[in-house]
């Protein structure tokens, strides 16, 4: 592989990993910010669209992020920045096609449903997107990362759990979200998972089952050193399920 190619591979590694401990532990972008610029400058210039769309992929994320720690500060998201985080998902998209590699626009759709479900909470305009995701992460074969097959579940889940009313399939959703998380390892994700899955066994009824998932959802956090907010909300969640 040619030398370029690996500083560019080299650079989206480091920047997605800068991206997630931003989004889960410091709220800072501006070294996943770098990191992904110079990447996706780089593979412009070169002939691999796959390291194009990746690039794109993750500038979307690192978008996304600093769109919804704005809401978690409570702060409104500018129209503005919307539109930019969707160019994004759908620049990616593009390059996915034009690579030859339509199995892995999983990560582009998921984003996608990722605009219109959280920032536009329209979950009818969302699930077209989100369902074609799972189908990909889902196929016999495909080897998605397993951060985007979490993910993929998780927001699935979500939907079953808040629009379709249908908790035990949530529930089914989510435990498989969490699932991965902790064959993932990286104990900066693993709380969401919890807390999540939390959400729906509580909704089924299961209130025992969602305290023990709450509690080692704020103990993790607190442990992994996570965002103000994310431990907040953890606890704020145990408190109801403790006390209701």
């Not at 190619?5 to 480091?14: C, E, G």
Request: aromatic fraction near 6%; glycine fraction near 8%.
């Amino acid at each position: 592989m040619p030398e370029g190619d690996d500083n560019v591979r080299d650079l989206l590694a480091a920047g997605a990993d800068a991206l997630a401990e931003a989004g889960f532990r410091t709220g800072d972008f501006s070294v996943a910010r770098e990191q992904l610029e110079a990447a996706q400058a780089e593979a412009a210039r070169g002939p691999d669209l796959v390291a194009r769309a990746r690039a794109l992929d993750l500038l979307g994320m690192l978008a996304h992020y600093e769109n919804i720690t704005s809401l978690m500060g409570g702060a409104a998201v500018a129209p503005g920045d919307i539109d930019a985080e969707e160019r994004l998902f759908r620049q990616a998209l593009t390059c996915w096609q034009q690579a030859g590699a339509p199995a892995a626009r999983a990560q582009s759709l998921f984003g996608l449903g990722l605009v219109f479900q959280v920032l536009h909470s329209d979950w009818n305009a969302a699930m077209p997107y989100y369902w074609e995701a799972l189908e990909l992460v889902s196929a016999p074969g495909a080897d998605p990362e397993v951060y985007l097959r979490s993910e993929v579940h998780r927001h699935v889940g979500y939907y079953f759990l808040v629009e379709a009313g249908q908790p035990a399939e949530a529930v089914r959703h989510l435990q498989i979200s969490l699932d991965l998380r902790e064959e993932l390892g990286d104990e900066r994700l693993t709380p969401s998972g919890l807390t999540a899955l939390a959400q729906a066994e509580l909704e089924a009824g299961n209130r025992q089952r969602a305290t023990e998932l709450l509690r080692r959802a704020v103990a993790e956090s607190r442990a992994a050193g996570l965002l103000s907010a994310r431990i907040d909300a953890a606890e704020k969640l145990l408190a109801e399920a403790e006390n209701g």
